[in-house]
Nanobody, 121 residues
């Protein structure tokens, strides 16, 4: 069994900063790609940023230049540094792992439980 646990969400003022973390647990051998998605009320879940095991990244246009995704393969952890957030960034942020290889099996498309981020003054 594998699990993704997010932390770091909360209330942040516009123009401030916030850092989200997502740690994967289990008998993990490798994770090919991890990412952050978000879902605002009444909207579909959307990709925010994604990073491969090799360090390649891609971002939603709406967060380019403000958010930075990074990862620590040894810790099976991914981070999202949110700088200069805007009220429209308010959403539940979900961590995702595309493919987790463990000592027993392979898990596809694994999601965390989500963490609320509210950008407001």
């Amino acid at each position: 069994q594998v699990q993704l646990v997010e932390s770091g969400g909360g209330l942040v003022q516009p123009g401030g900063s916030l850092r989200l973390s997502c740690a994967a647990s289990g008998s993990i051998v490798s994770i090919d790609v991890m990412g952050w998605y978000r879902q605002a009320p009444g909207k579909q879940r959307e990709l925010v940023a994604r990073i491969t095991r090799g360090g390649s990244t891609n971002y939603a246009d709406s967060v380019k230049g403000r958010f930075t995704i990074s990862g620590d393969n040894a810790k099976n952890t991914v981070y999202l540094q949110m700088n200069s957030p805007k009220p429209e960034d308010t959403a539940v942020y979900y961590c995702n792992a595309g493919r987790i290889t463990t000592t027993q099996t392979i898990y596809l498309n694994v999601w965390g439980q989500g963490t609320q981020v509210t950008v407001s003054s």
